[in-house]
């Protein structure tokens, strides 16, 4: 219904910005919330920042102050801008869609790595 395409990972050091997009294709309308989240090496997947239809961000206390995350463009596009990147950022970002109807779908992911 949704499929979800991530871009923009890589490596910065530590201090440094970084954006990373996810691309929408399906049915976008569908689309109830969207959200980053990411897995660091043997740690759970947690929940980043998202964002509803009408703009409402959470952001997890970990990154509150900085990074941002914008709502669904009008090329259907939905960005995270990182800055004051640290080590503990390092991990994979997936770009998440909750739909309506109540399915929630997933990107496969962008590496983000953040070196001393």
């Known amino acids: 219904q949704v499929q979800l395409v991530e871009s923009g990972g890589g490596l910065v050091q530590a201090g440094g910005s970084l954006r990373v997009s996810c691309a929408a294709s399906?049915?976008?309308?569908?689309?109830?919330?969207m959200g980053w989240y990411r897995q660091a090496p043997g740690k759970q997947r947690e929940l980043v920042a998202s964002?509803?239809?009408?703009?409402?961000?959470n952001y997890a206390d970990s990154v509150k102050g900085r990074f941002l995350i914008s709502k669904l463009n009008a090329e259907n596009t939905m960005d995270l801008q990182m800055i004051s990147l640290k080590p503990e950022d390092t991990a994979v970002y997936y770009c998440?869609?909750?739909?309506?109807?109540?399915?929630?779908?997933w990107g496969k992911g962008t590496l983000v790595t953040v070196s001393l």
């Open positions: 998440n869609a909750q739909l309506f109807n109540g399915v929630s779908s």
């Open positions: 399906g049915i976008i309308s569908i689309i109830n919330v």
């Open positions: 964002v509803t239809r009408t703009g409402n961000t």
